[in-house]
């Protein structure tokens, strides 16, 4: 079993959609990444967070440490919003990363 | 701020031929980390350095795999002699030393062995 999973593997929905993410890990964390991966392999780092909730225009993360599980949602989703999500899970100089979630969206 | 550059883009090669690809760090960011990402997987990483010296390696094929930061700024990886299973992208990101939580990531070199 991976120390991160991320489900789905593969989401394809409509443009406009509300579209979640969802990560579990099994390890200790000081850190929760999410990134953001386009064809062509170059990554983006969206948040990092280690409690609670994040926002940054469309996309928000959150977190519940208890349940060691975290969502990424996207509002009013876009084409251009395609590309693989990245689930990553930082402790002690360690990174752990998710197999990623493919998203289409489709205009 | 540059952010870290790697190079080639993209290799072909065939099985049992070496290759070697380039990365350059953010300036200033004294660790850097090579990944190896295959189709369908997240990023696994292979080799990390705090300046010139090797944190961790645990993960590097040895026997085929090396890599080197002999001045402690830019790196290369190479592979010698290649085999079909190393076919995908290699990731070098780099971090402020202390904050590994916040690495920077490179463009990545997508590289297919045939």
């Known amino acids: 079993k991976n120390e991160v999973e991320q489900s789905p593997q593969n989401l394809t929905a409509q443009e406009g959609e509300f579209i979640t993410i969802n990560c579990s890990y099994s390890?200790?964390?000081?850190?929760l990444h999410w990134l953001q991966q386009h064809p062509g392999g170059g990554i983006v780092s969206l948040f990092m967070?280690?409690?609670g909730k994040k926002k940054h225009g469309r996309l928000i993360a959150t977190i519940n440490i208890q349940e060691k599980h975290s969502s990424l949602h996207i509002t009013a989703s876009h084409p251009r919003d395609s590309a693989v999500y990245i689930c990553a899970a930082y402790n002690n100089n360690d990174m752990r990363f998710g197999a990623g979630t493919r998203l289409t969206v489709k205009p | 701020e540059a952010g870290v550059a790697q190079s080639p883009r993209y290799k072909i090669i065939e099985k049992r031929q070496s290759v070697a690809f380039w990365c350059n760090p953010i300036?200033?960011?004294?660790?850097l980390y090579w990944y190896q990402q295959i189709l369908g997987q997240g990023p696994k990483l292979l080799i990390q350095f705090q300046n010139n010296g090797v944190v961790d390696d645990s993960q590097l094929p040895k026997d085929r795999f090396s890599a080197e930061r002999l001045k402690g700024v830019d790196s290369t990886l190479k592979i010698q002699p290649a085999k079909l299973e190393d076919s995908a992208v290699y990731l070098c990101?780099?971090?402020?030393?202390?904050?590994?939580?916040?690495?920077?990531f490179g463009p990545g070199t997508r590289l297919t062995v045939l």
């Open positions: 390890v200790g964390i000081s850190a």
């Open positions: 300036s200033g960011h004294a660790t």
């Open positions: 990101a780099s971090s402020v030393p202390g904050q590994g939580w916040t690495q920077y």
């Open positions: 967070l280690s409690s």
